[in-house]
């Protein structure tokens, strides 16, 4: 019935020979698209047979050579035989637990395929066995079959793929970036496996050697020394989703995309949905076109989803995408603290501009840039000695008569600063913002804000969509100062509102607040961040809004006291950063 | 038009309604002034469509006639100009000549046609006050006018007249002045109105001498006429909220404090407290007031004591710094008074004594301390 078998039988119909071939090229472009699918193919057994090493030998970037050897299982020359049959999946005689899909191949329509459009040698011996097996097989027809001495483990090389369907070999790519693809397998593998011993050697040069390690040593031997330190852990789970692994502080961001490593049950896998889920959870430390690295596992009960999709088995689905997503974004949301603004983009902030200019008094360097020293102050009250280094220098000034201004307001709505290495431009409403989205996040927790009470209470007559808005939202309003009475019939009555909000229409704002909220729900905000996301919106201070230069000051220093100072809830820049060096070449002054 | 006058009288009269005419408006022709001149008198009118003024000079004319001039580049010239006579002419085709002692100025202009209709007028029984009564007032209040422009009606100065009160209401919602005065005697309709801030504030600069204001109020405009000057505003529309209801009848907790140590003891605090809460606390119990603040994002903090005399339970409020500062700015008097409710109520704020026939009242809601 299968080619393997009929090898063996010449007296089958050709027909049906000739049949299963065909089935097995056709299905060798849909699971073997690539040297990169054999290789992942042969790492998966390997993985599977329990390997503890798994070496792997390449040869012209796997158009000549894909060799995998590892110290797993075996198999016995019956299993051998039926593992390139297809759809009988050799791994099936293993033991009871292979039912699950927890292991990494299943669908046993790999080794056929590959074996249709290769050469394949395989030695494999089963654990205590006395002796081991060699088969070779041309284009899936069993060439030769004898006994050999071999200790555990199976040895399967791949010789001159695609040798026989020269149109796929057409369509591979150079071979530079095939090797990229294996590499990348190769990668994510490790990743996923860093207890197990790896080494990768193409055209008999040694590229990795990986003794058994853990995660963050894995990333180092991967990656470069130091790397791991660029990166933060995850540790989270929730409702039943398991997350680990690391995402990359800002400083390993790439303009191009590669370094995204996301793995489910420990199965490397794509999803546009968890990708945008840790997009989100990182959208501050991201610029535009910019890719984080990260290496993130996931764990879920097999059952929760769906991964027999594609034969490549890369696309997961699953039965609850919503939580899948809240939790990986609520895993980096927990992990993102100042570390990763104090690494990366604010150090382009200068801090002593001040000593600078006592140094150079001739140089007008505005007082208030040592307002940008303060990078990171945790919300709890770690008290840099900003405020008296910010005011005194302004009593200097005004002393010596010499007013000048630190900050400008322009249009009314961006302030200018000098700082040492060129100038800040602030968007003062996008400033805001996230000055009032972190204290409300906070209030969730503290209730950092006060209630101001109402002279005249505000009544709020809500259309049925905002009403059930605005009851999801009701106690966390509450924890942000709103203090809200219930007249019936989606009728309320607002007596306190968040003390201290200055240049808000508090008449407006629960609606306004309520409408965000729905746009930031869509944009997938979790709930508590959509509603800060949307009160710091409505409640910040406009385009147009003059400000004065205590206020300015105010700003400034909150804005430098958040976590992430350089993005507005929504992701865009709150600080644009012009170096004189970009100022000089704007200026022709370009040695 | 031709005219001559002195560089003085010419200046003092444009400069009066410099104010009115708008930095930036989509209405070119509301950037400037407008001039007519009938015989010996000029009258010079600007408007924002909201507030008109209008003044009257005397002035050696030459031939009538009526034009725009540009506003600010004619004040400017004037300022700029010695003190000698100095004769303006505008030519049919809009150019303004400004001639004075060898020097000769021409200013483009608008076509006088665009300039729009302004309200004249109304002539009613007027209400006689004197300009710093009125003056006093004005200044006394306008601080808790709010900026909400989605509720118009707190952005106005609540304005009531009566045979026997002149009153004035503001809030923001947060606080709130009441100022009545007991006037000499009105005998126009009593009404209520809500006046623009803006108006306002520029009825106070008209009170800069000795002597007396006229207020005329209709139910469609309010005007202030000082001399020869006359402002008229149109009112802001719609109900003002229920100030009487919301003013506390029975707080029993009287607090009294001298005004000077309670301003100094806030003003220390307020530089500590958090820079956008302002918030401050006050434990009053029955001798001395401990205020105390706490600025927990930047972790300052601060306490102090105040004697006071006080009679009611032991209570313990929080309030915005600046709120407070702004009410006792208001008192005159040695000593302020604070007839407190509970601490999450409206508070009254009133001098110990009030000005004679002047009833002043002040409102400040607390900030609830969690």
Redesign the interface.
């Known amino acids: 019935m299968t080619s393997v078998a009929s090898s063996e039988r010449n007296s089958l119909p050709k027909i049906r020979i000739l049949a299963e071939n065909v089935v097995n090229q056709i299905a060798a472009g849909e699971v073997v698209e690539r040297a990169a699918s054999v290789l992942k193919e042969l790492v998966e057994n390997s993985l599977d047979a329990g390997a503890t090493r798994v070496q792997i030998v390449l040869k012209g970037s796997g158009r000549s050579l894909i060799q995998v050897v590892d110290d797993g299982c075996g198999m016995s020359r019956d299993d051998l035989l039926l593992a390139f049959e297809r759809h009988a999946t050799s791994k099936l005689a293993r033991a009871e637990d292979l039912q699950t899909v927890k292991t990494l191949g299943f669908r046993g329509e790999a080794l056929p395929s590959i074996a249709s459009v290769s050469f394949i040698e395989v030695r494999s011996a089963a654990t205590g066995a006395a002796s081991g097996t060699l088969l070779r097989l041309e284009a899936g027809r069993i060439a030769h079959d004898e006994p050999i001495a071999s200790n555990a483990g199976t040895s399967m090389a791949v010789h001159s793929l695609f040798f026989n369907t020269p149109a796929r070999a057409r369509f591979l790519k150079s071979a530079a970036t095939e090797l990229a693809h294996l590499i990348r397998i190769f990668k994510q593998y490790a990743l996923a496996y860093p207890e197990i011993a790896w080494t990768l050697t193409h055209d008999d040069a040694l590229e990795y050697n990986l003794p058994p390690a853990d995660l963050s040593t894995r990333l180092n031997d991967l990656f470069g020394a130091g790397f791991s330190d660029k990166t933060a852990s995850l540790q989270f789970e929730a409702g039943g989703v398991v997350v680990s692994g690391v995402v990359g502080l800002p400083e390993l961001n790439k303009k191009s995309r590669g370094n995204q490593y996301l793995f489910l049950n420990c199965r490397p896998v794509q999803s546009a949905l968890l990708h945008s889920a840790v997009r989100s959870a990182l959208r501050e430390l991201l610029e535009e076109g910019e890719w984080p690295f990260y290496a993130v596992f996931l764990e879920i009960a097999p059952s929760e989803l769906d991964v027999n999709v594609h034969p490549a088995k890369l696309e997961v689905k699953f039965a609850d995408e919503q939580r899948v997503h809240g939790a990986l974004y609520r895993a980096i949301r927990s992990v993102l603290t100042e570390r990763f603004v104090q690494d990366s983009r604010l150090a382009v902030l200068p801090s002593d501009a001040a000593e600078r200019s006592s140094e150079n008094p001739s140089v007008a360097v505005p007082q208030r840039s040592d307002l940008f020293s303060r990078q990171t102050v945790a ?1 709890s ?1 770690d ?1 840099s000695p900003l ?1 008296s280094g910010a005011r005194a220098p302004d009593a200097l000034s005004s002393e010596q008569g010499l007013l000048r201004p630190a900050i400008f307001q322009v249009h009314g709505k961006h302030l200018i600063a000098q700082i040492q290495s060129g100038i800040a431009i602030v968007d003062q409403h996008a400033a805001h913002e996230r000055v009032l989205f972190e204290k409300a996040i906070r209030s969730f927790d503290e ?10 209470p505000m009544l709020l007559e809500l259309d049925p969509e905002m009403d059930a808005l605005f009851v999801e939202v009701r106690d966390d309003l509450a924890k942000l ?1 709103f ?1 809200i009475r219930d007249f019936g019939q989606r009728t309320y009555s607002v007596e ?1 509102v968040p ?10 704002m629960i609606r306004a607040m309520l409408e965000e909220y729905r746009e930031f729900r869509r944009a997938r905000f979790e709930p508590l961040e959509a509603l800060a996301a949307g009160f710091a919106c409505h409640a910040a201070i406009r385009a147009g809004d003059l400000l004065t230069a ?1 206020e300015m000051t ?1 700003l400034m ?2 804005l430098f ?1 958040t976590r992430f100072p350089l993005t507005c809830p929504h992701g865009r820049p709150t600080v644009i950063h012009v170096t004189l060096s970009e100022l000089d070449r704007r200026f022709k002054r370009t040695e | 038009m031709k005219f001559q006058a002195s560089q003085s009288s010419l200046f003092s009269a444009f400069q009066t309604l410099a104010t009115i005419i708008p930095t930036k408006s989509p209405m070119p022709v509301l950037m400037h002034f407008l001039v007519q001149l009938t015989g010996k008198k000029l009258v010079v009118t600007a408007t924002d469509l909201e507030i008109s003024m209008e003044t009257q000079l005397e002035v050696s004319g030459e031939e009538d006639g009526k034009a725009l001039f540009p506003a600010r580049k004619y004040l400017e010239l004037l300022r700029e100009l010695p003190d000698v006579p100095i004769h303006v002419e505008a030519a049919d085709n809009g150019r303004i000549t400004l001639t004075a002692e060898g020097k000769n100025y021409n200013l483009a202009s608008e076509n006088v046609q665009n300039y729009p209709k302004v309200p004249s007028l109304e002539k009613v029984e007027p209400l006689r006050l004197s300009q710093s009564q009125l003056r006093r007032m004005i200044s006394k209040c306008s601080f808790a006018v709010s900026r909400d422009e989605l509720r118009p009606q707190l952005t106005g100065v609540y304005a009531k007249v009566s045979a026997q009160e002149l009153r004035f209401v503001t809030t923001d919602g947060h606080r709130l002045v009441k100022i009545g005065y007991q006037h000499n005697g009105y005998k126009g309709a009593a009404l209520e109105s809500i006046v623009p801030a803006k108006a306002m504030q520029n009825a106070a600069r008209l009170c800069e001498r000795e002597g007396d204001i006229e207020m005329f109020f209709t139910d469609k405009q309010i005007a202030f006429r000082v001399g020869p000057t006359t402002m008229i505003t149109k009112l802001i529309e719609g109900r003002y909220p229920n100030y009487e209801a919301v003013i506390p009848s029975d707080n029993k907790n009287k607090l009294t404090l001298d005004l000077d140590q309670f301003q100094a003891a806030v003003r220390r605090a307020a530089i500590v407290s958090n820079e956008i809460s302002r918030q401050i606390r006050l434990k009053i119990s029955a001798d001395n007031v401990e205020i105390l603040v706490e600025d927990i994002e930047q972790g300052n903090e601060g306490r102090e004591s105040v004697s006071c005399s006080y009679a009611g339970e032991p209570m313990d409020i929080g309030y915005n710094a600046a709120y407070v500062l702004d009410v006792l700015k208001q008192i005159d008097t040695g000593e302020v008074v604070l007839d407190l409710g509970t601490p999450t109520s409206a508070g009254i704020v009133k001098p110990t004594e009030q000005e004679e026939k002047e009833d002043l009242l002040m409102l400040i809601m607390p900030v609830r301390l969690n």
Do not use: K, P
Not at chain 1, 447 to 456: D, E, I, K, M, V
Not at chain 1, 502 to 507: A, I, N, T
């Open positions: 919300s009250g008290m405020t209730r950092s804000f006060h209630a101001q009470q109402l002279l005249f100062g203090q306190a003390a201290g909000l200055r240049r808000v229409s508090e008449s407006g205590d105010a220093n909150e006291a």
